[in-house]
């Protein structure tokens, strides 16, 4: 991924963190997302609308604060001649917790992937899962449909599909026919089937070979989709690549759309088999002495020094970062047990310290491991390998070089 592109995620990430921390004292908070591709003019007119509709609302405080919220994210918008490439996203609100005083704040962002939600939301919080999706770690799968009409082949990051490619087939459909006339007819049309294949698997492996590609799932209408898949037109590599295969009723961008739908139990099969071949690859690691630890401590250690590759983290780990401040005047910032951060003592007088601020230990660890180009994993307990890392404290890396 390009330094610019990361540097984006990691400034969504902060965002997403300062918008969840902002509560309206009503319903009151405006989250607007422009999808990319979409008129920003026409977005104005509808937030034109909702001012109208704001006019209604009873409370005057309430309605004085949407209908101000409304105003600011709309002259903002006017300072667009277009919508941005990847769309637009604006909140706005009182965030003041005093009743009667204003603090209207607004935060814009163009993403830094396509927005493809349109939305006008009022709240006492603001809307922020479609930005979530943006910022979580996406497994690429491929998705190959193949029948006698045509080939169509596509990417899976996450849940959205997109279409890579699309060919057709210059096979003829099949007629009623008999004597010489029709066994050469069929004899031609089996080559056009041949040469079809051949097509597709140059296509399939043009879309396909990249290692960031996780597996590929092939469907169809048809048996055409058997015969592309265990004849010879595919190398050991590709075939090595292909997870599933799956009957389906369409073919073209409906058909990719319906492989993804059909094909859930096989992508839940793929991530707990990743799971359980990182963090299999940990332990060989661990009981061999080599690239790997374990333990809070010993993996922060490691991806402040850069060695750490991989940051394995137990899903239901009980950690949490917790900023923490003493009436005497002394503060820190450290991880501890959700357990114990209200026993938390003092440094410096050993009195219990107030919290100031916490987050998810697992948001922390990626915050610093991005600094470093370290990846943070998240294990699940579902597996028999997933239980031993969370029963050694949930937390583990695999190292660049040994330390």
């Known amino acids: 991924m390009p330094e610019d592109i990361a540097e ?25 997302y422009v999808p990319a591709g979409s008129s920003i003019t026409d977005m104005m007119g509808q937030l034109r609308n909702e001012q109208g509709t704001a006019e209604n609302i009873k409370s005057k405080a309430t309605r004085k604060n949407v209908v101000n919220a409304l105003d600011k994210i709309i002259q903002h918008l006017k300072l667009y001649k277009r919508t941005p490439a990847n769309g637009l ?16 704040q607004l935060w814009t962002l163009e993403p830094p992937d396509q927005l493809f939600t349109k939305l006008y939301w009022c709240d006492q919080r603001f809307d922020l899962d479609p930005l979530r999706d943006m910022v979580k770690e996406k497994e690429i799968y491929g998705l190959f449909v193949i029948d006698s009409t045509d080939a169509d082949a596509g990417m899976l990051r996450g849940k959205r599909v997109s279409v890579l490619s699309h060919m057709d087939s210059p096979v003829p459909s099949k007629i009623a026919a008999g004597g010489q ?37 092939v469907g169809g209408p048809g048996p055409m989709k058997e015969k592309f898949v265990e004849g010879d037109y595919l190398s050991d590599s590709l075939k090595k690549k292909i997870i599933g295969v799956k009957d389906i009723g369409y073919t073209g961008d ?18 707990v088999a990743k799971e359980k071949e990182i963090v299999k690859g940990f332990f060989d690691e661990l009981h061999r002495g080599g690239k790997a630890v374990y333990g809070l401590n010993e993996v922060r250690k490691a991806i402040e020094m850069g060695a750490a590759a991989t940051v394995l983290v137990s ?46 230990m697992v948001e922390a660890l990626e915050e610093l491991a991005a600094t470093t180009g370290a990846k943070v994993v998240h294990i699940s307990r579902d597996t028999a390998e997933g239980e031993q890392l969370y029963q050694v404290g949930g937390i583990g890396a695999l190292l660049r070089y040994k330390i």
Request: with cysteine.
């Open 89 to 104: 996203a604006a909140f706005c609100g009182n965030v003041s917790e005093k009743e009667g005083v204003d603090d209207l």
């Open 254 to 271: 409906h058909g990719l759309d319906e492989l993804f739908n059909r094909s859930q139990d096989i992508l839940k099969e793929a991530a």
């Open 8 to 32: 984006q995620r990691r400034k969504l990430k902060k965002l997403i963190e300062e918008l969840e921390q902002r509560r309206g004292r009503h319903t009151e908070l405006v989250t607007v």
């Open 181 to 217: 006339s029709a066994a050469r007819f069929e004899r031609v049309r089996q080559g056009l089937i041949e040469d079809h294949m051949k097509r597709a698997a140059s296509m399939f492996r043009e879309q396909f070979e990249a290692e960031d590609v996780r597996g590929v799932i």
């Open 315 to 360: 899903e239901k780990a009980e950690l949490e970062e917790v900023e923490f401040l003493c009436d005497c005047g002394f503060s820190e910032k450290t991880i501890v047990k959700k357990s114990e951060k209200s026993s938390h003592t003092c440094k410096q007088c050993s009195k219990n310290m107030k919290v100031v601020g916490e987050r998810e």
